[in-house]
């Protein structure tokens, strides 16, 4: 099984809640963050948006660029993984004050800094190479098992800071989804 973040989920429902026209990527500074602004570049021109992003290094810059994108229509929110001197409890402070855009991600630790999250469930993962596991056993060849992706994904809010950015959501949604508290 082939680990992908949902990304494509994410953008679609991301576009019906804003009619975006621009959105912006904040990251870390990271190879793997230039990866994954990579994969979002690709899927959000096929959607016709334009997108900007920065990459920064340390926590002041990252809060900074978060208030500087709050005229895009909507921020992509990558990893913290990198950013020096991250403080999670200071940027939740900040983001309270300065929020007004819809923030997603496709991180769950980054939950506490977004309002939507598109996760991977890991037990996906552990559940397919059971089966596989016991399909080996069973006498099928390797070969004939395919390399698949994963498909599942949870769909996440962050109720205190929508309040604080005066984002409101579909009933529909925030009745399907977990809440990070």
Same mark, same amino acid.
């Given at each position: 099984?082939?680990?992908?973040?949902?990304?494509?989920?994410?953008?679609?429902?991301?576009?019906?809640?804003?009619?975006?026209?621009?959105?912006?990527?904040?990251?870390?500074?990271?190879?793997?963050?230039?990866?994954?602004?990579?994969?979002?570049?690709?899927?959000?021109?096929?959607?016709?948006?334009?997108?900007?992003?920065?990459?920064?290094?340390?926590?002041?810059?990252?809060?900074?660029?978060?208030?500087?994108?709050?005229?895009?229509?909507?921020?992509?929110?990558?990893?913290?993984?990198?950013?020096?001197?991250?403080?999670?409890?200071?940027?939740?402070?900040?983001?309270?004050?300065?929020?007004?855009?819809?923030?997603?991600?496709?991180? @769950?630790?980054?939950?506490?800094?977004?309002?939507?999250?598109?996760?991977?469930?890991?037990?996906?993962?552990?559940?397919?190479?059971?089966?596989?596991?016991?399909?080996?056993?069973?006498?099928?060849?390797?070969?004939?098992?395919?390399?698949?992706?994963?498909?599942?994904?949870?769909?996440?809010?962050?109720? @205190?800071?929508?309040?604080?950015?005066?984002?409101?959501?579909?009933?529909?949604?925030?009745?399907?989804?977990?809440?990070?508290?």
């Amino acid at each position: 099984m082939v680990e992908v973040a949902p990304i494509r989920p994410m953008i679609k429902k991301s576009l019906e809640l804003t009619n975006a026209k621009t959105a912006f990527y904040l990251g870390a500074n990271t190879t793997t963050e230039k990866k994954n602004l990579k994969r979002f570049k690709e899927l959000v021109l096929q959607k016709g948006l334009k997108l900007n992003f920065k990459l920064v290094d340390n926590m002041k810059q990252w809060l900074a660029a978060y208030e500087e994108v709050q005229q895009s229509d909507l921020l992509i929110i990558g990893s913290y993984a990198g950013i020096s001197n991250w403080n999670q409890e200071h940027a939740v402070r900040k983001l309270r004050m300065i929020s007004r855009k819809l923030s997603v991600t496709s991180h @769950e630790w980054m939950m506490p800094v977004s309002m939507l999250g598109f996760t991977k469930i890991p037990e996906e993962q552990g559940e397919w190479a059971g089966k596989t596991a016991l399909a080996i056993l069973s006498g099928t060849e390797i070969s004939r098992i395919p390399v698949i992706a994963n498909r599942k994904w949870d769909l996440w809010i962050n109720p @205190e800071l929508l309040k604080y950015a005066g984002v409101s959501l579909p009933a529909s949604l925030k009745k399907r989804a977990k809440r990070i508290e």
